[in-house]
């Protein structure tokens, strides 16, 4: 993950970078009743310890949903999560309400600033995330950072999903984004958010210091949170005009695997199996290409033959299809038309390793080997064998 140049402090010399006393009545109470003592609880390493373990805990709750490559539901907060962190620091919600509160007035007595208030420890965290950079803790900035964006993250993706999100419509969308969108460049969603909160955090980088005015630390919390709004904004009206128009990438389930295709594909594989139950000859002839697959793996054409032609069910050789596409289409970013282009040519090789990593917590090869008492070899040699003839009859199918 990306990482800030960290400023060559002690925690001694941080303390003092100001020496002047603030004169504003909000910069006072700011340090006094806020900074200063989260800055004394976290000068203790097992308490800068127990800060890092309630982070841990918290991405642990979101392990599967931070891993996806785009949103796909609301963020979990362990129990008590917040009442550890306000613990922690020595503050209860109402204390640390009314402070805030009594601080924000200096900015703007006019304003509620609700949204700062109905999550105060997005403060605890921006402090942390500060003071952190300053000493050049990269561990505990680390997780100042993971848990202020988490955070944020959430009452974002609440904002813009509230009713239970289509994970088929979202990963159709996720799917059509062009590289320019970070969420993309990101490559998966923990990535995405900390990015994000970085990238914020940068802007204000040089300002967020233990003698910060309270409209500094506005202007940061504002920052990071039009930051999300802005990115969640302009997917969300994806999300749901694809939602509208029925676009989605579908689920199949059977037994225990699920994976995920398009509409598109699925016509495609349907048509694959139906051609396979008919003994096509292409994927039943043993001389066409078994002999180039087995050499090409290594295994006997006769084993793999039988394989492929009487133990394996059709059932799990639409999986397959199905991972085939997933793999290649959606995870890596092709078009159906690329079956046909040399580009597939050079990963069919590489697809049996791919897809055993498609779906998380469920890999292929190993199950397939022991349910039909074959050896991995011939399971892998098997997956390029369908690829392979996934590209041949699409191949004929454009002429």
């Not at 848990?147 to 974002?156: A, P």
């Not at 979202?170 to 900390?194: F, P, R």
């Not at 690329?338 to 990593?357: E, M, Q, W, Y």
Request: some cysteine; charged content about 25%; aromatic content about 10%.
């Amino acid at each position: 993950m990306f990482l800030m140049e960290y400023y060559d402090l002690s925690e001694e010399e941080a303390l003092a970078i100001v020496q002047e006393s603030a004169t504003d009545a909000g910069s006072v109470t700011l340090r006094e009743q806020i900074i200063d003592p989260i800055i004394a609880v976290l000068e203790k390493p097992k308490e800068r310890k127990r800060y890092i373990d309630y982070g841990s805990d918290f991405l642990s709750a979101n392990a599967e949903m931070l891993a996806k490559e785009y949103p796909t539901k609301s963020v979990s907060f362990p129990r008590k999560y917040v009442d550890d962190i306000l613990d922690l620091f020595g503050f209860t919600i109402d204390t640390l309400k009314k402070t805030v509160k009594e601080i924000l007035k200096s900015v703007n007595a006019n304003t509620s600033f609700g949204t700062i208030m109905a999550s105060p420890t997005n403060i605890i965290h921006s402090i942390v995330l500060s003071y952190s950079d300053m000493i050049g803790n990269r561990e505990l900035r680390d997780s100042a950072r993971q848990q202020l964006g988490l955070c944020v993250y959430s009452n974002t993706f609440n904002k813009y999903f509230p009713s239970t999100l289509n994970e088929g419509v979202m990963a159709y969308t996720y799917m059509n984004l062009d590289g320019s969108w970070g969420i993309v460049k990101s490559e998966n969603m923990i990535n995405w958010i900390c990015d994000t909160t970085e990238t914020a955090f940068g802007f204000w980088r040089s300002k967020l210091s233990l003698q910060m005015s309270p409209k500094i630390l506005v202007d940061f919390l504002n920052r990071v949170r039009n930051s999300f709004n802005q990115n969640m904004h302009g997917l969300a009206n994806k999300y749901y005009e694809n939602k509208d128009k029925g676009n989605l990438i579908g689920e199949d389930l059977k037994g225990d695997e699920d994976y995920v295709v398009t509409s598109n594909t699925t016509n495609i594989r349907n048509n694959l199996m139906r051609l396979i139950k008919d003994k096509d000859t292409i994927y039943y002839d043993k001389d066409k290409l078994y002999p180039y697959i087995a050499n090409m793996k290594n295994v006997k054409t006769d084993t793999l033959y039988e394989y492929s032609t009487s133990k394996i069910s059709y059932d799990d050789i639409s999986i397959i299809m199905d991972l085939i596409f997933y793999v290649f289409i959606v995870k890596e970013g092709n078009a159906v038309e690329d079956i046909c282009s040399n580009k597939f040519v050079g990963r069919i090789t590489n697809l049996p390793t791919a897809i055993d990593r498609a779906i998380q917590g469920k890999p292929v090869i190993s199950p397939l080997a022991k349910k039909y008492d074959v050896s991995d070899a011939i399971v892998k040699a098997h997956i390029c064998l369908v690829a392979a003839y996934m590209m041949r009859r699409l191949n004929e199918a454009n002429k």
